[in-house]
């Protein structure tokens, strides 16, 4: 079946440094592959979409690479803040028709001062 | 500001309870989900619908039924609640191959 491992379930780093985060997939090819950021209490936010045929997507200090080779996909925040601080999640689609998106169980940021 | 509003954020029901989640979208999307999330699980996909009266089956549907009557609204129901039904329920929608836009969540708790 269909698996989304993302490797770590918590991150702690320091302010100011690099969080990578990191995205597994197996059984399946993906037209994309989202991410998102989910605050306690609260529904998850869509971050970025990067599809097949992107290798990089980029969006102010967030970074999305996407390896289809490797079935991997790395979500970078540079110059980390404490405010981003939450669990982010990926995701993607797993049938043809693109409907049917699936999650990872996440990985929760904390950025310490 | 386009929505995604869920009826209930926090319902407390009792075991064999027949419980509604009422899901409302405004932004006249095709798609709409329904998944679940605990702790170390993630979000699991329980049902989702492409068009009215149309629903597929995710990961989880066991216990559960859904129902599109209308483009903007889809109800997720436990026909018998059970306390391992216990969890956060999200509903979403997208148009397509789209981005996700998540409701608040409804937080069940079944005693």
């Known amino acids: 079946s269909q698996k989304i491992e993302q490797n770590s379930e918590a991150l702690n780093i320091q302010e100011g440094k690099t969080a990578t985060l990191t995205c597994n997939y197996t059984n399946y090819s993906p037209a994309y592959l989202q991410w998102y950021r989910q605050d306690p209490g609260r529904g998850p936010v869509f971050l970025l979409l990067?599809?097949?045929?992107?290798k990089e997507k980029r969006k102010e200090r967030l970074k999305v690479t996407f390896d289809t080779t490797l079935k991997q996909s790395l979500f970078h925040i540079t110059a980390s803040q404490p405010a981003d601080s939450a669990t982010y999640l990926c995701?993607?689609?797993?049938?043809?028709?693109?409907?049917?998106?699936?999650f990872g169980s996440g990985t929760r940021l904390s950025i310490r001062p | 500001d386009v929505k995604v509003t869920q009826s209930s954020r926090y319902l407390v029901k009792r075991t064999g309870e027949k419980v509604f989640l009422e899901c409302v979208q405004d932004m006249d999307h095709e798609n709409m989900f329904w998944y679940r999330q605990d702790p170390g699980l993630g979000l699991r996909l329980i049902y989702f619908?492409?068009?009215?009266?149309?629903?597929e089956k995710g990961d989880i549907p066991e216990g559960y039924s859904v129902s599109r009557e209308k483009k903007e609204r889809f109800s997720l129901i436990l026909e018998s609640a059970s306390t391992n039904q216990t969890s956060m329920y999200l509903c979403?929608?997208?148009?397509?191959?789209?981005?996700?836009?998540f409701g608040a969540g409804s937080r069940l708790t079944v005693l």
């Open positions: 995701a993607l689609d797993i049938d043809s028709s693109a409907s049917k998106i699936i």
């Open positions: 979403a929608s997208n148009s397509g191959a789209n981005v996700l836009t």
């Open positions: 990067i599809r097949e045929n992107e």
């Open positions: 619908s492409y068009d009215v009266k149309m629903k």
